[in-house]
């Protein structure tokens, strides 16, 4: 079966200093990738996605980086603001419409 | 902005009873999916849909079934409800082709 899995369940990072949160993914085959946030009591929303064909891709505050050669991808939040405090999920996505998800890194900003 | 509607935000129901999760989405999303999510476990998928009256099972369909008999709406049905069925159910939608998921506001169901 698919394995996306997250290095780190819990991470606390100090307000203003970036975050990498990361995430392993098994299957090579995958060419599409998405992070999701998820605050409290609320549903998983888009943050940034980026293809197989790229290595980097920058939004605002956020960039992701994916590794191939590993298998890894990582989310990195600049400035990381008490708004950030949420469970991150790495998604892949391998034929078409289904994805699968890891089991979340949950971000604690500190003030 | 994309919205996915979930009926109920909590639910609570006993051991044998059918349950009915309806969730509705106004983008005119071909995509539709449950999944459910559980600590420690991430979102696991356990129905989705390509189309009207199309469905397809996840990875966890064993104790679900699915409905779409318009293409706005994906219904969930637990024929008769267990406890480890005690779980949050996120709905999602999403045009063919593109991938990004919307995620409903999630329906948290307890079955005692």
């Known amino acids: 079966g698919e394995s996306v899995g997250l290095h780190l369940p819990t991470l606390s990072v100090q307000e203003g200093d970036n975050s990498i949160i990361n995430c392993a993914y098994s299957?090579?085959?995958?060419?599409?990738f998405i992070w999701y946030k998820q605050e409290s009591g609320k549903g998983p929303q888009f943050i940034i996605d980026?293809?197989?064909?790229?290595d980097k891709r920058q939004g605002q505050r956020v960039t992701v980086l994916l590794n191939k050669t590993v298998k890894h991808l990582s989310l990195q939040i600049a400035a990381t603001q008490p708004g950030d405090s949420a469970v991150y999920f790495c998604?892949?996505?391998?034929?078409?419409?289904?994805?699968?998800f890891g089991t979340g890194t949950s971000l604690t900003v500190i003030p | 902005d994309v919205k996915v509607t979930q009926s109920s935000r909590y639910l609570v129901k006993r051991t044998g009873e059918k349950v009915f999760l309806e969730c509705v989405q106004d983008?005119?999303?071909?995509?539709m999916f449950w999944y459910r999510q559980d600590p420690g476990l991430g979102l696991r998928l356990i129905y989705f849909?390509?189309?009207?009256?199309?469905?397809e099972k996840g990875d966890i369909p064993e104790g679900y079934s699915v409905s779409r008999e318009k293409k706005e709406r994906f219904s969930l049905i637990l024929e008769s409800a267990s406890t480890n069925q005690t779980s949050m159910y996120l709905c999602?939608?999403?045009?063919?082709?593109?991938?990004?998921?919307?995620f409903g506001e999630g329906s948290r169901l307890t079955v005692l």
């Open positions: 849909s390509y189309d009207v009256k199309m469905k």
């Open positions: 980026i293809r197989s064909n790229m």
């Open positions: 998604a892949e996505n391998k034929n078409g419409n289904q994805f699968y």
């Open positions: 299957n090579s085959a995958s060419d599409y």
């Open positions: 999602a939608s999403s045009f063919q082709g593109t991938g990004e998921l919307f």
């Open positions: 983008m005119d999303h071909e995509n």
